[in-house]
């Protein structure tokens, strides 16, 4: 099938929305802020058959659907790197008063010159320790590798690649270390590698590459949810 042909209601790569709440049916997260850069506010472009709502606005969804008076917010911005993010999203992350916290950072890192991966992993532990310290449950978010549906510039794609890799790493063991939640995007996977996923920019998702993201996302937080 091709992407013209597919709708989130037919994509086997899609959660629906019901089974999505299914999974997470029993959650206690009541109030749920989203950290990060543009892959945390969600920059998308629309796709005909899917509707035109980001992987957190569909986690989101999921969870308001099986929590009453369930409250979300979204401090996302694009264009911050990881220490950015710390310094102008944190303290308001923490004012709102999550159990529940999202967040996706250290791609615009790994998109300069040079990637420090070391100034990022202490910003990730910064934020996830702070997040964890005030009671919520942290989910990282790891990016898909745009160079394995042929995107970036080809001279660059195995330095792309291979720093998504790092930096998915770098995400997981910090989710590791504070008993936090990493949801992983899978390497290897059909629609991980097709280009219909991604906006015009050939950087981010559109709305079916966040509807792949988001069934990762819930898939992720219903198993740690489970072995809790």
């Known amino acids: 099938m091709t992407e013209t042909t597919l709708s989130e209601w037919t994509d086997p790569a899609v959660l629906p ?10 959650a206690s997260w009541t109030r749920m802020v989203t950290i990060g850069d543009s892959v945390a506010e969600g920059v998308r472009e629309p796709v005909p058959g899917y509707r035109d709502l980001s992987w957190a606005d569909r986690v989101e969804e999921a969870l308001g659907e099986v929590r009453p008076g369930f409250t979300a917010l979204n401090l996302g911005r694009r264009d ?27 791609g615009n890192d790994m998109l300069r010159p040079h990637f420090d991966e070391v100034e990022v992993r202490r910003e ?23 160079t394995a549906a042929g995107l970036g510039p080809a001279r660059y794609r195995e330095v792309m690649s291979a720093r998504t890799r790092r930096l998915n790493e770098v995400a997981a063991e910090v989710a590791a270390g504070h008993g936090a939640c990493h949801a992983a995007n899978p390497y290897g996977h059909p629609v991980a590698a097709d280009p219909g996923i ?4 050939q950087l981010h998702l559109n709305a079916r590459g966040h ?17 809790a």
Do not use: C, H, K, W
Request: glycine share 8%; charged share 10%; proline share 2%.
């Open 80 to 106: 911050l790197v990881a220490a950015q993010v710390a310094a102008e999203q944190l303290e308001p992350a923490l004012a709102f008063g999550p159990d529940l916290a999202l967040v996706a950072a250290g």
């Open 198 to 201: 991604y906006s015009g920019d």
């Open 211 to 227: 509807a792949f993201a988001a069934a990762n996302t819930v898939r992720a937080m219903a198993a740690y949810f489970a072995s």
């Open 124 to 146: 990730l532990t910064g934020i996830v320790s702070a997040l964890r310290a005030a009671g919520a449950d942290v989910v990282t978010i790891g990016l898909l590798d745009i």
């Open 17 to 26: 929305a019901a089974e999505a709440a299914a999974l997470l049916a029993g």
